[in-house]
């Protein structure tokens, strides 16, 4: 069997399975690669099982073939450790950024290599452009579905090498073009929850992992309104979960987690989703990631987003000489989260990001102690 020019990571899913459609109808040698990422306890589900069944029975609809290959273990160690690390140090990390650049656009794109593909490709909404000798990352044209956000830890080695069939494409496009075709993954139910291991009820699985304790719920001023059950369940701006009801002398508004005081074992809330505790303008990172492999300027103007999903909002990079960025926002942000990614824009173009290490929220005096 000759190598393929092109090796599809199949998730089972239709957006891949659209991504091999379209590569073999337009005349590229590909063939399928089926990942197996998550080898924890499960709980019954059979997700896995059925994510393989309907990969082998795309490739063979399309008549190419499918190779299988399990990173669990590099999964464990390069993904999870950290997923677990991040939310026992009371942040809230996004294993989807993490997963796409230690699995799928490295492991993955090894194991490709190994076969004798020159390209992999995935069903990622998402565009590249090769302009002034480097390559570009690019918004896909469903802005709804776009998944640039989570692939900024991208670099050009990585961009070289990839082909995003999708991103010219809308999600309803996909879907018909895999009815038209007969695929049984037309109809399927996107995948949701954490990247590889899937919906689940969060708190139970994380606490597999994390020995957590019930504490105190403070609000902003340190009066006590109820019992948490584990500082680390809960991000900012989250309002499910907390069981707070009516309380004496409060207004009958919903309350909303605006800090963590993990070394106290404290959550703090507010009432009000717009509450000031949850507000900033400015933000510091951690070392940042550049698509480019430089940032556009020591000093610039662009837009960001702090979270999948989000309207990109205008703001003022700084680049300090440790690779760590300052950003100014031109209006306010609402539960600017440390561990979650920013990611920079320069209109559809991504140029990179960097995790979030702290914010100008009111919630800073809250998560170390000084709000008590």
């Not at 309350?255 to 933000?283: C, E, F, H, M, P």
């Not at 000093?299 to 440790?322: G, H, L």
Request: one cysteine or more.
């Amino acid at each position: 069997m000759s190598a393929p020019d092109t090796i599809v990571g199949m998730s089972g899913g239709v957006d891949s399975s659209v991504a091999a459609l379209l590569l073999r109808d337009a005349g590229v040698d590909v063939a399928g690669l089926f990942m197996q990422n998550w080898a924890g306890e499960d709980d019954g589900d059979c997700r896995a099982q059925d994510d393989r069944r309907d990969a082998v029975a795309v490739s063979g609809r399309l008549g190419i073939p499918i190779h299988f290959r399990d990173f669990s273990q590099e999964y464990l160690d390069g993904v999870f450790a950290h997923f677990l690390a991040e939310y026992a140090a009371g942040r809230t990390p996004n294993p989807d950024v993490l997963c796409n650049r230690e699995i799928k656009f490295k492991h993955f794109l090894d194991a490709s290599r190994a076969l004798g593909a020159d390209w992999i490709a995935t069903g990622h909404y998402a565009r590249t452009a090769r302009r002034d000798g480097h390559w570009q990352l690019l918004r896909a044209v469903d802005g709804s579905k776009d998944q640039s956000y989570f692939l900024h830890q991208l670099g050009q080695a990585q961009l070289a090498a990839t082909r995003f069939p999708l991103g010219h494409l809308l999600k309803s496009e996909v879907r018909r073009i895999a009815m038209e075709a007969g695929l049984p993954t037309a109809a399927k139910k996107d995948s949701t929850g954490i990247c590889f291991i899937g919906e689940r009820d969060f708190r139970q699985f994380l606490g597999r992992y994390l020995p957590t304790q019930p504490g105190e719920i403070r609000d902003p001023g340190g009066h006590v309104l109820g019992e948490h059950t584990g500082v680390c369940y809960f991000t900012l701006g989250q309002r499910e979960g907390l069981q707070l009801g009516g309380i004496r002398g409060r207004e009958q508004a919903a309350w909303y987690v605006v800090g963590k005081d993990v070394a106290r074992n404290i959550l703090y809330v507010d009432q009000g989703s717009d509450s000031a505790w949850l507000q900033s303008t400015d933000l510091q990172s951690e070392v940042a990631h550049w698509i480019g492999g430089h940032p556009p300027a020591g000093r610039f103007s662009c837009a960001a987003q702090t979270r999948y999903r989000q309207r990109a909002e205008p703001c003022e990079v700084a680049v300090r000489d440790d690779g760590t960025l300052a950003v100014r926002f031109v209006r306010s942000q609402r539960a600017v989260t440390p561990g979650q990614s920013l990611v920079l824009y320069d209109g559809d173009v991504c140029l990179g990001g960097a995790v979030i290490a702290s914010t100008n929220a009111p919630v800073a005096y809250a998560r170390s102690g000084q709000a008590a």
